[in-house]
T-cell receptor, first 112, second 114 residues
């Protein structure tokens, strides 16, 4: 079993829909959870950063972490065509980014 | 503007040739990283450095070398020993303390074999 599992998609939804992106993981020692957005042939940019379980909201984006289920989610409300990108989840035990484990990314397409 | 600059954007390597990818940051970050991204594979850590003149191997260091002579610079050399070098290479940096998991990425270098 891989440490971090993420459905590669593509996930195609109409503009204005609520998008749900998810990752599951197997290492119960992970404490820090991140979501990165990557446009084609660009570097990833950090969207959300969460420590331990709970929710975090930033504008149209909400990150949820359920450590008991080893499951994290990113919700995008009122999705826009500009949200079309690959979304990577990442997580670590703490102590530095050299311990980050990335998911393979989900390719999201928002249809105008 | 503060950020990470990678160059060149595209690079071609002939068989048996070593090539060097440049990475410069002006974020005053102590730690720097090199990742390789292949289609459908996600990001894999090649090398990282937490301080000048020190660096550690990541998960896939074979066929690569790095140096960290200055805080701002972390060049990656893809040697002829790397038999499958075609990939998208990403440089990143992070601070220290409670935010040291937050990576800031450059715009990447696409390396292809001629």
């Amino acid at each position: 079993q891989k440490e971090v599992e993420q459905d590669p998609g593509p996930l195609s939804v109409p503009e204005g829909a609520i998008v749900s992106l998810n990752c599951t993981y197997s290492n119960s020692a992970f404490q820090y959870f991140m979501w990165y957005r990557q446009y084609s042939r660009k570097g990833p940019e950090l969207l959300m950063y969460t420590y331990s379980s709970g929710n975090k909201e930033d504008g149209r984006f909400t990150a949820q972490v359920d450590k008991s289920s080893k499951y994290i989610s990113l919700f995008i409300r009122d999705s826009q065509p500009s949200d079309s990108a690959t979304y990577l989840c990442a997580m670590s035990r703490g102590g530095g980014a050299d311990g980050l484990t990335f998911g393979k990314g989900t390719h999201l397409i928002i249809q105008p | 503007d503060g950020g990470i600059t990678q160059s060149p954007k595209y690079l071609f390597r002939k068989e048996g040739q070593n090539v060097t990818l440049s990475c410069e940051q002006n974020l005053n970050h102590d730690a720097m990283y090199w990742y390789r991204q292949d289609p459908g594979q996600g990001l894999r850590l090649i090398y990282y450095s937490q301080i000048v003149n020190d660096f550690q191997k990541g998960d896939i260091a074979e066929g690569y070398s790095v140096s960290r002579e200055k805080k701002e610079s972390f060049p990656l050399t893809v040697t002829s020993a790397q038999k499958n070098p075609t990939a998208f290479y990403l440089c990143a940096s992070s601070g220290v303390g409670v935010t040291n998991e937050k990576l800031f990425f450059g715009s990447g270098t696409q390396l292809s074999v001629l």
